[in-house]
């Protein structure tokens, strides 16, 4: 994979993630007006924590789920730790929520590796029907919170679809990329890490001292954890992809805005309210560190086991 190659997919890559990680996370609140504009910024930002996911998930060879659990991990913690400061929130809940029960989870296990699976078999369209009910339940949720405005059910359809739309080519051109291709060298790596070490130690530590000494043990932990399971394997046999990702198979991707809208607009008109937010904390952050921890002692066990391939390569 040439270098620019390597950059077009890593930004496809980092619109999907953020597509789960900051614009469904949001939904439901009122848009800036410039929501748009804003959006181009935050994509660019995502791109550093993008590309070492990517380079960790290529490097150790990810290939089940549970080592996508634990690169997905890599990322969130990332993003929390170090370009947003919100791990070190309510210490220790925010190791998990939302580094592990949403980036991780949400972004990474479904948008990266399950969903893409099933768009390639022609066979997304309950994922996306059940992930759009969720989100329409979570953006209801922001009525509960305080100084929340209720946004109207026109601007939530405008912004649901504006990234939904954009969600489908940007699955399409990203599955024409071929994944175990991705070797970035090692100056773009090192590169990227001084940006990242330089951005921890002079925004995210003086703003949040206690990242200092919570961030580098979670990331040795799981880093280790995927050497351990690199070190291990024998011979991995890599399935050679057969189907790929459509703009037909993409359509079922519109069911996520449409029924988060529908039952957005629904709820509204209703007049009845939904802990939405509260219900999904409180299922989400015990199941993060449950997850984590199967998936240590699974990556590990399983270092030289017969492993499923790779879905989202």
């Known amino acids: 994979m040439s270098l620019r ?3 077009a997919y890593t930004l496809l890559t980092t619109y999907i993630l953020t597509f789960y990680s900051e614009w469904v996370f949001w939904s439901g609140r009122p848009p800036a007006p410039d929501f748009f504009l804003e959006a181009i910024p935050t994509w660019l930002f995502y791109a550093v924590a993008t590309f070492l996911f990517l380079t960790a998930a290529s490097y150790f060879r990810v290939q089940n789920i549970w080592a996508v659990f634990l690169v997905g991990a890599v990322y969130g913690w990332l993003v929390e730790g170090v370009l947003a400061q919100t791990l070190y929130n309510d210490f220790p809940i925010n190791i ?4 592990l029960a949403w980036h991780a989870l949400f972004s990474v296990v479904f948008g990266w590796w399950y969903l893409p699976r099933r768009l390639r078999m022609g ?3 309950i994922p996306c029907l059940v992930f759009g009910l969720g989100l329409g339940l979570w953006s209801i949720g922001w009525w509960t919170e305080p100084d929340i405005v209720v946004a109207a059910p026109e601007s939530v359809f405008l912004y649901n679809f504006t990234f939904g739309l954009l969600l489908i080519p940007a699955y399409v051109l990203w599955d024409r990329f071929d994944f175990t291709r991705f070797r970035p060298s090692r100056f773009e790596i090192i590169g990227v890490l001084i940006v990242v070490v330089l951005y921890f ?3 995210a530590v003086p703003t949040q001292p206690l990242a200092l000494i919570v961030l580098p043990p979670l990331l040795a932990l799981v880093l ?5 399971w690199r070190n291990r394997q024998n011979t991995a046999e890599i399935s050679i992809k057969t189907d790929t990702i459509t703009f037909k198979k993409a359509l079922p991707l519109l069911l996520i805005p449409l029924t988060a809208s529908l039952i957005y607009t629904g709820v ?3 007049g009845v309210s939904f ?4 219900v999904l904390y409180a299922i989400t952050t015990p199941l993060g560190f449950l997850l984590l921890g199967i998936s240590i002692y699974k990556t590990i066990r399983q270092g ?3 492993i499923e391939i790779i879905a989202s390569q």
């Open 96 to 99: 998990s929520f939302t580094g």
């Open 304 to 306: 030289n086991d017969k």
């Open 123 to 125: 066979r997304a369209i």
């Open 201 to 203: 130690f002079f925004v």
């Open 5 to 7: 190659a390597r950059i």
């Open 275 to 278: 802990p939405g937010l509260q």
């Open 268 to 270: 509204l008109e209703i």
């Open 224 to 228: 280790w954890t995927l050497r351990a």
